[in-house]
């Protein structure tokens, strides 16, 4: 099986800004896209952003977009999500996920490989 490793989280004030990293150490994936998601207490899962491995097509939540960059090195099979301008409510934990074969990349359900999660804390 295999484990996604994210990185970056940590606490930041409102208005500041963080990096997340997320690695499959020692393995090559066959992957169509990657993204981010994450999840705040007590509610579900959501999408936060995503990019096909190939093309580089980037994807946005509604809610991040302007504010959040996902961007991916290739050959260090590595995805990161820049986070700016940081709001209370981008509180939660992140998730990155990995999707080997084509098609949509907004739902969590279709993502084969998940990672740990890292906390991601915002103060107002």
């Known amino acids: 099986q295999v484990q996604l490793v994210e990185s970056g989280g940590g606490l930041v004030q409102a208005g500041g800004s963080l990096s997340l990293s997320c690695v499959a150490p020692?393995?090559?994936?066959?992957?169509?896209?990657m993204g981010w998601f994450r999840q705040a207490p007590g509610k579900e899962r959501e999408f936060v952003a995503a990019?096909?491995?190939?093309?580089?097509?980037?994807h946005y939540a509604d809610s991040v977009t302007g504010r959040f960059t996902i961007s991916r090195h290739t050959a260090k099979n590595t995805v990161y999500l820049q986070m700016n301008s940081l709001k209370p409510e981008d509180t939660a934990v992140y998730y990155c996920?990995?999707?080997?074969?084509?098609?949509?990349?907004?739902?969590?359900?279709?993502?084969?490989?998940w990672g740990q999660g890292t906390q991601v804390t915002v103060s107002s």
């Open positions: 996920a990995a999707r080997s074969t084509p098609g949509g990349v907004r739902l969590a359900n279709v993502y084969n490989y």
């Open positions: 020692g393995r090559t994936l066959s992957v169509y896209a």
């Open positions: 990019v096909t491995w190939s093309a580089g097509f980037t």
